[in-house]
């Protein structure tokens, strides 16, 4: 256990819809990153918060946005759902000492299935 | 745009053999290395990882990994498997100063008890 918790645990949903995945960061961590993880792929960065603010973005296109609380936990919203968004979603925090901060061990949450029909 | 390589996409083992997953990578300049696990039913979690120092590193659960920088690689090694050891592996790479990790596709192993 990290100390991370994802909801929903599973989510099905349909094409063009709009969903919101939350994620509650380990006490005492400020940043988050979320990642998408297709069946039979490694995790691939989507964006992270630090302080609230967005961090830096993988190459995913602008419906996925997000946000941090001042509590830093996040939400990760998808409008207009493709079918390739079908996949597990996770969620990652970690204590960076400033704007991306390399040195950050990042622990992982026990991630959303989301299904897109 | 860097990339990672796990080229052994399914390892089965028996009980006590010796396991080495291959992992490399595409960035030339400065590097920080991280093996993941994901056991059944359970979230991602670090191995191991390699900032700077001495290349071979030693992790949990009594696996190690070396960097070797002219190879471009980091091997993951664990002398002796335990059936509990069946979970995918995943290897991350930060590059050039990046915060964002890229990950590989991950590797399968299953051991036989």
């Known amino acids: 256990e990290t100390g991370v918790t994802q909801s929903p645990t599973h989510l099905i949903k349909t094409r063009g819809q709009q969903v919101t995945l939350r994620c509650s960061s380990q006490s005492g961590h400020n940043t988050v990153s979320w990642y998408q993880q297709a069946l039979g792929q490694g995790p691939q960065f989507i964006f992270q918060?630090?302080?609230?603010?967005?961090?830096g973005r993988g190459n995913f296109p602008p419906r996925f946005s997000g946000l941090q609380f001042p509590n830093y936990s996040s939400e990760l919203n998808v409008n207009a759902l493709e079918l390739d968004d079908s996949a597990l979603y996770l969620c990652a925090s970690s204590s960076s000492s400033g704007v991306r901060s390399i040195t950050d061990t990042q622990y992982f949450g026990p991630g959303t299935r989301l299904t897109v029909l | 745009a860097q990339s990672v390589s796990q080229h052994n996409h399914h390892v089965i083992l028996s009980e006590a053999a010796s396991l080495e997953l291959g992992c490399n990578y595409s960035?030339?300049?400065?590097?920080?290395l991280f093996w993941y696990v994901q056991y059944p039913g359970q979230h991602l979690q670090l191995l191991l990882k390699y900032f700077s120092g001495d290349p071979l590193v030693k992790g949990i659960k009594g696996f190690e990994a070396e960097f070797i920088k002219s190879k471009f690689s980091f091997n993951l090694r664990k002398p002796s498997v335990q059936w509990s050891d069946t979970a995918e592996y995943f290897c991350a790479v930060r590059s050039g100063g990046s915060y964002i990790p890229t990950f590989g596709r991950g590797t399968s192993l299953i051991v036989h008890p």
């Open positions: 960035y030339g300049g400065t590097v920080n």
């Open positions: 918060y630090y302080r609230e603010e967005e961090n």
